[in-house]
């Protein structure tokens, strides 16, 4: 879980709510690597990946590393998609996009909104059962979609930030 060397007893309960439901959906769902909650303007407020300074293995090695700084990296992938698939739908009259899965050769990405303009996006396998995925993405939205209010973003982004000043200082 990313609380990045910031401490969870400084976050308000909300908060801690929230990285539990993230923290459980990795865990729980057969095949998730990462998942990301993503303010309406593409800014990255919560997400599942480990800070690598605090996942370091006993014995004091590292786990094995994904692609350079994934967690901004999904942050900006599911930003764009949405940005797209929203445009493709307006241009096309389809109404809301409530949800959009895309299946690679070597994994899964979906990303799903969330009540206020935010978005959920999770990096899965390729061989992922996506309706198992689709089910849980839809009970986290159900779950944490009405906690996101405008001073828990704030929060969550503020969080980020620190978590991310903590990192480029080591």
């Not at 879980?1 to 400084?10: F, L, R, V």
């Not at 241009?91 to 009540?115: C, H, K, N, Y």
Request: with cysteine; net charge negative.
């Amino acid at each position: 879980m990313n609380a990045a060397s910031t401490d969870t007893k400084d976050l308000s309960h909300e908060a801690r709510n929230l990285r539990w439901l993230l923290s459980n959906f990795v865990e729980e769902v057969p095949g998730v690597h990462s998942v990301a909650v993503v303010s309406s303007d593409g800014l990255l407020l919560i997400n599942s990946d480990p800070d690598p300074a605090a996942a370091a293995e006993p014995g004091g090695q590292q786990p094995p590393a994904g692609p350079a700084d994934a967690r901004a990296d999904l942050a900006t992938v599911v930003s764009g998609l949405a940005s797209l698939t929203d445009g493709a739908a307006r241009l096309m009259d389809g109404g809301r996009v409530r949800q959009t899965a895309v299946a690679m050769d070597e994994g899964s990405l979906f990303v799903m909104s969330i009540s206020d303009g935010s978005l959920l996006g999770v990096h899965a396998s390729a061989d992922c059962d996506m309706s198992v995925v689709g089910y849980h993405m839809a009970l986290f939205v159900g779950r944490a979609g009405h906690v996101l209010t405008p001073a828990l973003r704030k929060e969550l982004r503020r969080s980020q930030e620190a978590a991310g000043s903590e990192s480029g200082a080591r």
